[in-house]
């Protein structure tokens, strides 16, 4: 069973930065995608960004520009830097990590941008 956590939530000003990391109880090499999704309260779950194993990385446009994602095979983490937040970044922010055609979810982690 595959197990990956979340860390690195919390609250934060508009205008400031966080870094989420993912951690994975499998090398990252089994997964042919790994992603991030977001659920602000009354929303549905939204994708955020995703990262291949080989290829480009791609992102919802709410978040181009701010937003970069990456993986360290090494560490078997996957990362999102956040910066230049705003109140509406606020969400539960979810890794999902894709083997072939099953998913894997994290527990998320909360993120509050607000002054």
């Known amino acids: 069973q595959v197990q990956l956590v979340e860390s690195g939530g919390g609250l934060v000003q508009p205008g400031g930065s966080l870094r989420l990391s993912c951690d994975s109880s499998r090398p990252l090499f089994n997964f042919g995608f790994m992603r991030w999704y977001r659920q602000a309260p009354g929303k549905e779950r939204e994708w955020v960004a995703v990262i291949p194993s080989a290829g480009s990385s791609d992102y919802a446009d709410s978040v181009k520009g701010r937003f970069t994602i990456s993986r360290d095979n090494a560490r078997n983490t996957m990362s999102l830097q956040m910066n230049s937040l705003k109140p509406e970044d606020t969400a539960v922010y979810y890794c999902?990590?894709?083997?072939?055609?099953?998913?894997?979810w994290g527990q998320g982690t909360q993120v509050t941008v607000s002054s």
């Open positions: 999902n990590a894709q083997s072939g055609v099953r998913h894997y």
